[in-house]
């Protein structure tokens, strides 16, 4: 199957800076790629979904100004939590559809773990 | 109410059992249904992609939906340690849709 990466797989930021995480289709070109959030012992919940060359899609209750996604690229896609806070922390994973599989499946990356003091 | 449900266990069985895992839905719309299995701080990994009603068999799994029950079920045959992790159903309408995930069950084979 398709492969996903994601950078860091593990940060540790201050209260109040901001943190990137990058999101990469390693051997497709991924049109659309989503980003999800899980908490411990809980699913996953979709934040946004990107779009390559176009603004991102957020999902209600998900405030756009603070998670900032970028898809400049149709192997790349960005997702910046600015002014980062403690309730923040948590285990992000991205991932990318496959424009070439007639399912539309979705390949996850490995996560990853951001932890704001 | 969720539109996905899913018993979050936790499950523990002895390594050769069979392991049922289930989900039910409320929205009829639901076409096609997958499981994922995700170890530990990893991402999810398909296991098994079906669209509308039916079995499907992929080794020692198999995936079963009954859209008149808007339920859907993953068997493991022949558990082994190596399964035990934690599986997430999910569903969308559209094949280019957004999926719409369960809570996950968490799933322990002792050796």
């Known amino acids: 199957g398709a492969v996903v990466s994601q950078h860091p797989s593990r940060v540790i930021c201050k209260s109040g800076t901001s943190v990137k995480i990058e999101c990469r289709s390693l051997?497709?070109?991924?049109?659309?790629m989503f980003w999800y959030r899980q908490f411990p012992k809980q699913s996953l919940m979709l934040m946004a979904t990107?779009?390559?060359?176009?603004?991102?899609?957020?999902e209600q209750g998900v405030e756009k100004d603070k998670f900032l996604i970028n898809h400049a690229s149709l192997t790349l896609s960005t997702l910046t939590v600015t002014s980062a806070h403690p309730e923040d922390s948590s285990f992000y994973i991205c991932?990318?559809?496959?424009?070439?599989?007639?399912?539309?499946?979705?390949?996850f990356g490995p996560g990853t773990r951001l932890t704001v003091t | 109410q969720k539109e996905v449900e899913q018993d979050p266990g936790p499950l523990s069985v002895p390594e050769g059992a069979i392991v049922s895992l289930n989900c039910t839905y409320s929205?009829?719309?639901?076409?096609?249904f997958m499981w994922y299995r995700q170890y530990s701080r990893k991402g999810p990994e398909l296991l098994m992609y079906?669209?509308?009603?039916g079995n499907k068999e992929d080794g020692r799994f198999t995936a079963q939906v009954d859209k008149s029950s808007k339920y859907i079920s993953l068997f493991i045959r022949d558990s082994q340690p190596s399964d035990s992790a934690t599986y997430l159903c999910?569903?969308?309408?559209?094949?280019?849709?957004?999926?719409?995930f369960g809570d996950g069950t968490t799933l322990t084979v002792k050796p």
């Open positions: 991932s990318a559809r496959d424009p070439r599989e007639k399912t539309y499946e979705q390949y």
């Open positions: 051997d497709f070109q991924a049109t659309t």
């Open positions: 990107s779009n390559e060359g176009s603004k991102a899609t957020y």
């Open positions: 929205n009829s719309a639901f076409q096609y």
């Open positions: 079906t669209y509308s009603s």
């Open positions: 999910a569903m969308r309408t559209t094949n280019a849709g957004k999926s719409t």
